[in-house]
């Protein structure tokens, strides 16, 4: 009896043995009742086992030979497909060979007909999948913040926050900045910028060109033999680089070998000379050499042509004389340089300035 339950795990029928196994023990009653006198219906009921083991082979070779198609039938997820499937497991049962069973001397020891069972048509527990079964791979668990960072989107960059424009900054800010600045390469070879000098709320500012050998060294404007003659010039009209003149430069920076600078050096700096002229708000702007009249004045006219005029930058008069190192050379010229500056103070009059 164990190796044909085995035989019915092994094919999936274990509930279908028990079924039979209820007839079979009712069987058994009824051939001791029977006894010898028959030796027929012990046989018989000897051979009831067997004849059910041989019939759930023969129906699990019939449900074999339509597996494929139930198995598919099944994955389509069609309910007539599977409904359909319930008569033909009942035939393959019914198709089973049996063997008469013996009477039953008594009503009582008849053992009640069974009922058939759904279960007969169920397919094995180690079916193929339904077709649908790779559903639930969507079913996995989302991976947890911070993990498997090379798969998830990379977060656009948030750019580094652009320093405030230079027409915002005061004169702290603004000096920081020309001190740090790298915009051009004439950074690259600086000791020292060149910011500026002087009175912050002068009515007379005074722009050169750029800083020499000496400025560069000492981080200030018109230094050494040219610096000492300005100076002068600045005293003969009552006026003095600490008190009443703001002095600064094109160029914050030296060019090497006291080149003239180039036009990109001059575009990069420029809106710095720009706030400085917008925050002393002077009344007048001398420029003092040929490079500085052509770059606050944007024109390539001869120094000669440009004096003797009063022109304007950012809204303020602007009076052209030659450069301090220049009349340090041509001594001659101190004399046009003297009616330039006498043009001046006559324009800051006119602007409102007041002699002190």
Excluded at 270 to 292: D, N, S
Excluded at 316 to 326: D, N, Q
Aim: hydrophobic share 40%.
């Amino acid at each position: 009896m164990a190796l044909h339950e085995s035989v019915l795990e092994e094919f999936g029928l274990a509930p279908l043995w028990v079924r039979r196994g209820l007839a079979v023990r009712a069987a058994g009653e009824a051939a001791e009742g029977v006894g010898a006198d028959d030796p027929d219906a012990s046989a018989r009921v000897i051979d009831e086992p067997r004849a059910v083991v041989q019939g759930a082979a023969d129906e699990r070779g019939a449900r074999s030979a339509h597996g494929e198609s139930a198995t598919r039938a099944e994955a389509a997820g069609g309910a007539g497909v599977a409904a359909s499937r319930q008569p033909q497991a009942d035939s393959f049962a019914a198709d089973a060979p049996r063997q008469p069973r013996a009477p039953s001397p008594s009503p009582s020891r008849q053992p009640a007909p069974s009922a058939p069972s759904s279960r007969a048509a169920e397919p094995p527990s180690f079916d193929a999948p339904p077709g649908d079964d790779f559903a639930w791979f969507d079913d996995l668990p989302s991976e947890p913040a911070g993990h498997g960072a090379a798969h998830a989107p990379t977060e656009a960059r948030r750019e580094a926050p652009q320093p405030p424009a230079v027409d915002t900054l005061d004169w702290d800010a603004l000096s920081e900045r020309v001190a740090a600045c790298e915009r051009c390469r004439l950074c690259e070879k600086r000791t020292n910028t060149v910011f500026g000098v002087g009175d912050r709320n002068a009515d007379w500012m005074l722009i050169g060109e750029a800083p020499g050998e000496n400025e560069d060294r000492q981080g200030e404007p018109f230094v050494g033999q040219a610096g000492k003659l300005l100076d002068n010039m600045l005293r003969s009209l009552t006026l003095a680089r600490d008190t009443n003149v703001y002095i600064a430069n094109v160029i914050k920076c030296r060019p090497p070998g006291n080149r003239n600078p180039e036009p990109d050096e001059v575009a990069r700096c420029e809106p710095y000379l720009q706030r400085q002229v917008a925050l002393v708000k002077p009344k007048l702007i001398v420029a003092l050499g040929r490079f500085a009249a052509q770059s606050l004045l944007k024109t390539d006219a001869s120094i000669s042509s440009l004096r003797g005029r009063v022109h304007e930058y950012e809204g303020v008069p602007v009076i052209v004389t030659y450069h301090p190192a220049y009349l340090l050379r041509s001594l001659p010229d101190k004399s046009k340089a003297w009616a330039d500056l006498c043009l001046a103070r006559d324009t800051w009059r006119k602007a409102g300035g007041v002699p002190q």
